[in-house]
């Protein structure tokens, strides 16, 4: 038995109950659903006893699936606290952090961070990877990211349910605020005072899945329901779009700063939609790893730039 379980067995196990498909759970750790099944497998023969359920194209842990990706999180935890303990000794001289971040965090608030981390600990290496939440949070439970980026509108949980935080720590960064986009020549481009209600007839370009369900939930709140013609989680393809007058969009504030060097196209702040707050998540087993301290002392202080900027 000792010689068939080892941390990323139950890692894997973990990540397929987190993604409920082995296409998903593959995609987290960095590798194809048919080596993921080969594991599985080998895993079921060495120990006697069935790990999955499939139902149609997702997949469930069985009783002794579930018993192995608890104590996986354990594990894990005891890990990243033995890595507090050493990181704690060696200082920032050199080492690795890693950082899940979205889409627009990475157009201005993430660039800005990293240079300055940069600049304070040049021996410090950041490992970048794009994803939204809720998936992000899943990297940082699952020991596959050291802090997650993620935002959250008012009325919507950050994570899919409480088991998506349990054990995590939240950090807030700032409000972002959202931002019409219309293209240059709009009657809403040089409107006093607009509201949302106000592009109730325009066709509308949606963004990332929570993104649309904020646009859907602030249309609904101002009395229509936006028409959504197009989708796409690129802002810049987003931009472009807006640009070409094939719709209008709504856009976050981290996103402002790229959007206010085009000509073509116009962001307006509206009344009716509301800020996004952005936050930082940890493990608290992490706070005190002098590499990860810095990297979101780092974040801080771009978020308080994003903020400033913005007022």
């Known amino acids: 038995m000792n010689e068939v379980l080892d ?42 006893t069935s790990l999955l359920v499939r139902s149609g194209r997702t997949v469930r842990l ?51 961070a990293l240079a300055r981390l940069r600049a304070e600990h040049p021996g410090l290496t950041v490992r970048l990877e794009e994803v939204e939440p809720p998936e992000s949070l899943a990297l940082v439970r699952q020991g596959a ?19 998506d935080l349990a054990g995590l720590t939240v950090l807030p960064l700032l409000e972002d605020p959202t931002l019409l986009a219309v293209p240059a020549g709009h009657p809403l481009a040089t409107a006093e005072h607009p509201r949302l209600r106000d592009a109730a007839e325009e066709r509308w370009i949606a963004g990332c899945p929570r993104c649309r369900g904020h646009l859907l939930a602030a249309g609904q709140d101002e009395g229509f329901v936006p028409d959504v013609v197009l989708a796409t ?32 196209v116009v962001l307006r702040s509206v009344l009716g939609v509301t800020a996004r707050t952005v936050q930082a998540v940890t493990s608290p087993e992490l706070l005190g790893v002098p590499a990860v301290a810095a990297l979101l002392e780092a974040v801080r202080a771009s978020a308080q730039e994003s903020a400033a900027s913005a007022a």
């Open 145 to 163: 990211a050291d802090v997650a980026l993620a935002f959250t509108y008012p009325g919507v949980e950050l994570g899919r349910g409480e088991d």
């Open 233 to 264: 989680d690129d802002h810049s393809a987003l931009l472009g779009l807006v640009a070409a007058e094939l719709g209008v969009a709504l856009l976050p504030g981290l996103v402002a700063p790229v959007a206010r060097g085009r000509d073509d």
């Open 62 to 112: 069985t009783e002794a699936g579930e018993v192995l990706a608890r104590h996986g999180e354990s594990v894990s935890a005891a890990l990243r606290a033995a890595t507090a303990e050493v990181a704690a000794l060696t200082g920032l001289r050199s080492g690795v952090v890693r950082l899940a971040a979205f889409p627009s965090a990475n157009a201005t608030l993430v660039p800005r």
């Open 7 to 48: 941390v990323g067995a139950l890692r894997l196990l973990q990540a397929i109950r987190d993604r409920g498909t082995l296409t998903a759970a593959g995609e987290a750790l960095g590798v194809s659903q048919p080596a993921v099944s080969q594991h599985v497998r080998r895993l079921e023969r060495r120990l006697g």
